[in-house]
């Protein structure tokens, strides 16, 4: 029986590429058709060696596409009629192969050709090992695609097929089925301006030194993508970061917390706020113009003083925006995040431990969210999928708190 999903009566063009988890497509064409899609399947030539384009084809209930010169398709533009047919494209698996080709624009086989022949939406599902997974030349591939506004689903963590453990695992059909479906759904924030804030903030003491932090940028970076693809106007504020600007998403570059929060009080008619740049508290106190010398002292101090609170500052605003605020914590994570979220006059708070390989830098986190009527646990995950998952929650309570 057929569900009534975001997934009715989507066209999606799924492509197979050539990886042991292969077999994991055929589940994903059950459920996408049972979700009310119709699906229909490109197979990579190395895709066919681990499952057979008969099993797909009766799944789907369509003719299964593999060749870029097919003589039986008319005129031979198989690639173009599947990119204009198709709402969604979905490669699951994709490999790294598949991946370096997308990031090149190479067409040298029907998938890649119709990939670049598309205007639809592109998500892609990795699998591979996880020393292939964390290579520089796959992420840099991954970079260059994610920049293009192609979805990334996943990948797994766990064991692999090779008999080792790690990231590049496929994500379970199930997973890959929930997380399109959101990607799917019509734009819940269009016309609402969302501003967030990212990275670290870098605190002078002289030409050449400063106070920071381990902020990368990568969680804030996350939300602002999240928060483009519910339709939102999103202007992202963010410390000094080495990452691409995501698609759709206005930048302001800063160095310090009172930069950072001149631009916030800047900007006009917020209806979301996320504060998730770590913030130096303090600054130095004196700016020194010149490098600061060695001299014979055993002991030198630098007087600090107070930073202005930027979510503060938003939470007194006449039209107070749905705040919502991070919490690093490397302890008593839950009560120090509660009492942050009544401080600052929050509407949410997702905190996250931090130190030892946690929530800094890493491409994974794990965040407690709460509200003021509620909270939920988004265990760890990629920092993309839990952007996702945290933008869902944040437009439930936003719209909760508005029919209010
Ligand atoms: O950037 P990554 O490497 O991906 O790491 C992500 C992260 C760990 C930095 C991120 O998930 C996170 O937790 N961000 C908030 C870090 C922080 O500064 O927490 P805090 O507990 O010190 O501050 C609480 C809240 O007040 C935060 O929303 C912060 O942005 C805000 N704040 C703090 C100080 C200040 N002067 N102004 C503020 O607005």
């Known amino acids: ?116 022949a598309t205007t639809v939406p592109i998500a892609l599902a990795p699998a591979m ?50 997380e399109l479906s959101q990607l799917v759904l019509p734009p819940k924030l269009a016309k609402k301006r969302l501003v967030i804030t990212a990275g670290p903030t870098h605190e002078p003491i002289d030409p050449v030194r400063f106070i920071g932090n381990r902020s990368s940028g990568k969680m804030g970076f996350a939300m602002a993508t999240a928060a483009a693809e519910t339709g939102a106007e999103v202007i992202l504020v963010t410390g000094p970061v080495h990452l691409a600007t995501p698609p759709g998403v206005t930048r302001i570059d800063v160095e310090t917390a009172s930069q950072m929060h001149e631009a916030v009080e800047k900007i006009e008619s917020i209806d979301i706020f996320i504060g998730c740049a770590a913030v130096a508290d303090y600054r130095p106190q004196q700016y020194h113009d010149k490098k600061i010398k060695k001299t014979a002292e055993k002991q030198r101090e630098i007087s600090l003083i107070e930073n202005p609170d930027i979510l503060a500052g938003v939470s007194q605003r006449k039209q107070k925006p749905f705040i919502v605020g991070f919490a690093a914590e490397t302890d008593n994570i839950t009560d120090y995040a509660k009492e942050k979220m009544v401080r600052k006059q929050l509407d949410m708070i997702a905190a996250n431990q931090v130190g030892k390989g946690l929530g800094f830098a890493v491409d994974t986190n794990a965040l407690q969210v709460f509200w003021h009527q509620g909270d939920a646990v988004l265990p760890q995950a990629l920092k993309s999928h839990l952007a996702r998952e945290l933008m869902r929650l944040i437009i439930e309570r936003y719209d909760a708190k508005n029919s209010a």
Not at 71 to 93: F, S, Y
């Open 129 to 178: 090992n996880n020393k292939m997974w964390t290579n520089k030349a796959t992420q840099a591939n991954l970079a260059v695609i994610a920049e293009r506004g192609m979805h990334l689903l996943g990948p797994a963590s766990g064991d692999q097929a090779c008999g080792e453990q790690g990231e590049g695992r496929l994500l379970e059909p199930e997973q890959i089925l929930a």
């Open 1 to 116: 029986m057929t569900e009534q999903t975001s997934l009715a009566g989507k066209k999606i063009v799924l492509g197979v590429s050539g990886s042991i988890a292969a077999y994991k497509a055929a589940d994903l064409v059950r459920l996408c058709t049972k979700a009310g899609a119709e699906v229909k399947v490109v197979m990579t030539q190395a895709a066919s060696e681990f499952i057979t384009p008969l099993t797909m084809q009766t799944l789907s209930g369509n003719p299964v596409a593999m060749t870029l010169l097919d003589a039986d398709e008319e005129a031979a533009m198989g690639h173009i009629k599947l990119a204009r047919w198709a709402d969604w494209v979905l490669i699951a698996p994709a490999t790294a192969n598949t991946i370096a080709g997308l990031a090149q624009g190479r067409t040298e086989d029907l998938l890649s050709a119709l990939c670049l």
